[in-house]
């Protein structure tokens, strides 16, 4: 009996041991807390993020990626871009990646790699002279928080993170790129509600 009880114990913790590393290396699970990716993902949805991707490959465009924003995720550490673009036909999206990541964690998808030329029309990311697919963005309809025409450039080690809902979306456009070492993981299940269950 005393073995039988022991041996449950084992399994159990061996068990809970695998459950922490999985969530620690492979998969961890996290709720959507704001609209700013809708209509792809909804609030209190619950999706899963693949973290062995960050170590076997680098993001590509197009990607919805879990990660550190910048520390100061209010404005950009310029603060000649990113910030008011009311009449402004030369306004420019933040460009400068800031120093320190703060503990939160965002969920955006990446609009640009390192490198690549980026401008941003009527919240339409136009990269390297050509507008992304963007079918399954909210458009902006004219807000004029989504026009930063002048272009910049991702600088290198660096992603361009935009949200889906392209006129509600605190993201790169604001506060700068975000450096690889901030980025957790990508997003690549949603198991939570039943109605939204599949590969993301």
């Known amino acids: 009996m005393a073995g039988s009880a022991a041996e449950l114990v084992l399994i159990i913790l061996v068990a809970l041991g695998l459950a922490i590393a999985i969530q620690a290396f492979l998969v961890k ?3 959507i807390p704001s609209a ?3 209509p792809t ?3 209190n949805q619950r ?3 693949d973290r ?7 993001p590509k465009v197009g990607e919805i990626m879990v990660f550190h924003p910048p520390q100061n995720y209010e404005v950009c550490a310029d603060p000649d871009q990113g910030g008011d673009v009311t009449g402004q036909p030369d306004a420019q999206a933040c460009d400068v990646a800031q120093r320190k990541h703060a503990s939160v964690t965002f969920v955006k998808r990446v609009v640009g790699v390192p490198g690549d030329r980026l401008s941003i029309r009527d919240g339409r990311v136009f990269r390297n002279g050509k507008p992304e697919p963007d079918s ?3 458009p902006c309809d004219g807000n004029v928080s989504c026009n930063f025409p002048r272009t910049i450039v991702v600088p290198k080690g660096d992603y361009y993170m935009m949200g889906d809902n392209r ?3 605190d993201d790169s456009r604001f506060w700068g790129p975000v450096r690889r070492s901030w980025l957790i993981g990508q997003v690549f299940f ?3 509600p039943p109605d939204r269950i599949g590969r993301l």
């Open 29 to 31: 699970p996290y709720r």
């Open 36 to 38: 700013s990716m809708e």
């Open 41 to 43: 993902l909804n609030i």
């Open 47 to 49: 999706i899963l993020v």
């Open 52 to 58: 062995l991707a960050m170590t076997l490959g680098s």
């Open 136 to 138: 399954f963005t909210i």
């Open 167 to 169: 006129p509600d979306s």
């Open 190 to 192: 949603s198991y939570w």
